[in-house]
């Protein structure tokens, strides 16, 4: 008996043509359209086409991604469903991988895929990443892995991926670390395993969380204005190894004493954040004034994270543990 897998179309490029009045990539593909093209897949597993949304990545929001949780929660409580597949727009798909990743917990797989091709482009790559990702949807060694994002053929965990550029097919890549594993002729092959796998254990999410960039020189008008508009949380992804430049500091200690938590994560692709500094704006300051550090979570993701533990608990301790429990024990 053949297993089942629950496709989930968002949207996205996988699902996009040219439009001739425009010269432009607009949602057009169908679902079954799309299915249609992964030549000989029934071979592999039973599909079952959801039609979620068609939205284009940008359009995409975190009430939109918790809407989208829920449905797959539901999905994958079916005794009938091996694994769930989303299809979704690159751009911000790796902020709704993490945050599936966060809030499902599941043995059954959960992949996460798109394309970065269009389907009236030559080399269109919807149906290669889309029969890589139900393989890994029926993957008896995929299971118990949280939520993976399957492009190019390989395989990444949600909680590490990002998109590193604008066009290439190998754009999602995990550089920290390296991807999970990879799918040759059709079969899933893993190399190594995430150690620590976290849970937010909540059905809201708080979506006023503003995400700021450092560069040399800034102050904190930015800051000051999230604080006067009513921002719950502020993300800062700061210089290195997380520090920032000295006219922000005053800006960062009002939002903390107005219990706004301060996540400081780093502009770097790729290490942590540590108090390591301790002049006017480093690491050590902000700790201090009690900024919470993000670990090596860029800051897309690290502003997905803070949503979620603000729907949970406004204390800012109880937002430092969720965020600081494999940084200081």
């Given at each position: 008996m053949k297993k089942k897998v629950a496709v989930i179309f968002t949207g996205g490029t996988i699902s996009m043509k040219i439009d001739p009045r425009i010269d432009a990539a607009i949602p057009a593909l169908s679902s079954e359209e799309i299915l249609a093209m992964v030549?000989?897949?029934?071979?592999?597993?039973?599909?079952e086409i959801i039609n979620f949304a068609k939205l284009p990545g940008p359009h995409m929001t975190p009430n939109k991604m918790m809407e989208l949780a829920k449905l797959i929660k539901e999905t994958i409580r079916r005794d009938d469903i091996t694994g769930v597949v989303v299809t979704h727009g690159t751009d911000t798909l790796e902020e709704t991988a993490y945050l599936l990743d966060l809030t499902i917990k599941s043995e059954k797989p959960i992949i996460v895929v798109g394309a970065m091709r269009n389907g009236?482009?030559?080399?269109?790559?919807?149906?290669?990443?889309?029969?890589?990702?139900?393989?890994?949807a029926i993957s008896e060694k995929a299971?118990?892995?949280?939520?993976?994002?399957?492009?190019?053929?390989?395989?990444?965990?949600a909680s590490e991926v990002t998109k590193t550029n604008t066009l290439s097919l190998n754009t999602f890549k995990s550089p920290e670390f390296g991807p999970l594993g990879i799918v040759d002729n059709d079969e899933v092959i893993f190399y190594r395993d995430i150690i620590n796998h976290e849970h937010i254990e909540?059905?809201?999410?708080?979506?006023?969380?503003?995400l700021i960039k450092c560069a040399a020189g800034m102050d904190d008008d930015i800051i000051n204005f999230c604080i006067e508009t009513g921002y719950k949380g502020i993300v800062i992804e700061a210089l290195g190894r997380g520090n920032v430049p000295p006219d922000m500091v005053k800006g960062i200690k009002k939002a903390i004493e107005n219990d706004i938590p301060?996540?400081?994560?780093?502009?770097?692709p790729t290490g942590r954040v540590l108090d390591t500094y301790g002049y006017p704006g480093a690491g050590r300051t902000l700790r201090q004034l009690g900024a919470i550090f993000g670990n090596n979570l860029p800051g897309q993701k690290a502003r997905i994270k803070l949503m979620l533990a603000l729907s949970i608990?406004?204390?800012?301790n109880k937002i430092k543990e969720i965020f600081e429990k494999d940084i200081y024990k």
């Open positions: 030549t000989n897949i029934e071979k592999f597993a039973e599909i009236s482009e030559l080399g269109y790559d919807g149906p290669s990443n889309l029969s890589a990702s139900i393989c890994t299971k118990g892995r949280g939520v993976l994002v399957v492009m190019n053929n390989e395989v990444n965990a909540t059905d809201s999410i708080e979506p006023k969380v503003a301060v996540v400081i994560v780093s502009r770097c608990t406004k204390n800012m």
